[in-house]
């Protein structure tokens, strides 16, 4: 697994280096360009909480394509490992990746309260933090929580469609994990009497320089984290049995 992982890494080293530097280089550009600009510090924040949206889009779908490479025929022969290893490999890889996306939000956050923007922005409304005590702990759980899980739903559909001998496969991933998750949310919302425990849902703008945070979702939801833990080993499972049954080499 470990030996995948390095093999992922020294292969997207450049890729992952340049995607640190972009992200670095777009949120000083927000933060100084934008003040000479003149654009509001709401505005500003909101602009970086976007920025961090689509770096994490990035990293899941880095971790997509290097899953799929790796299963594939050529890759499999280059790293021979059973199919868990694959798995776990990428959800390592993701893991990783998302802990290096907060810490750099986290020196971000740093700079913000040192330099009085966030106790700026809270006092105008324009981000709203409500909780229980443990909130610095619960979000940054949660959200590397609901990444992995969406992770191994992405490896589950990409396992499946790469099963199939047709064109259009990445229509297909996109048709299949939009009705995947529309399913897992109908079921949670059920189970849950109507209440959303999403990490994802529990962010939201409510204008161009407005971000809140609903206190209903800082808290770890006993059901709805059994829920989802189920749902994720049961994707490993069906995914490593996709790569062994269904994921030929040739």
Not at 96 to 114: C, K, N, P, R
Not at 186 to 199: A, F, P, T, Y
Not at 224 to 240: P, R
Request: charged share 15%; hydrophobic share 55%; aromatic share 10%.
């Amino acid at each position: 697994m470990l030996k995948l992982l390095k093999y992922d890494l020294k292969r997207d080293q450049f890729m992952l280096l340049g995607g640190a530097f972009a992200l670095i280089l777009a949120l000083l550009a927000i933060e100084f360009a934008g003040r000479r600009a003149g654009i509001a510090i709401d505005a500003r924040a909101v602009l970086s909480f976007m920025v961090y949206a689509f770096m994490g889009l990035l990293i899941l779908i880095a971790v997509c394509n290097s899953f799929r490479g790796n299963i594939r025929s050529a890759g499999r022969r280059l790293v021979p490992l059973g199919s868990v290893h694959h798995v776990l490999s990428e959800l390592l890889y993701a893991t990783l990746l998302v802990l290096s996306l907060m810490a750099i939000a986290g020196l971000h956050f740093v700079y913000y309260d040192a330099s009085g923007i966030l106790r700026s922005l809270e006092q105008s409304g324009s981000i709203t933090v409500s909780g229980a005590a443990f909130v610095p702990l619960a979000i940054p759980f949660n959200m590397l929580w609901s990444t992995l899980f969406l992770t191994t739903l992405l490896l589950g559909v990409t396992a499946f469609t790469e099963s199939l001998n047709i064109k259009g496969k990445s229509l297909i991933a996109l048709i299949l994990i939009v009705v995947v998750l529309s399913v897992i949310a109908g079921v949670e919302n059920s189970l849950l009497g109507g209440q959303n425990h999403s990490m994802f849902r529990s962010f939201y703008i409510e204008d161009q320089s407005n971000l809140s945070f609903r206190n209903e979702s800082v808290g770890i939801h006993a059901w709805s984290f059994g829920f989802e833990l189920f749902i994720a080993a049961f994707c490993i499972w069906i995914t490593t049995r996709l790569i062994d049954r269904k994921v030929t080499i040739t």
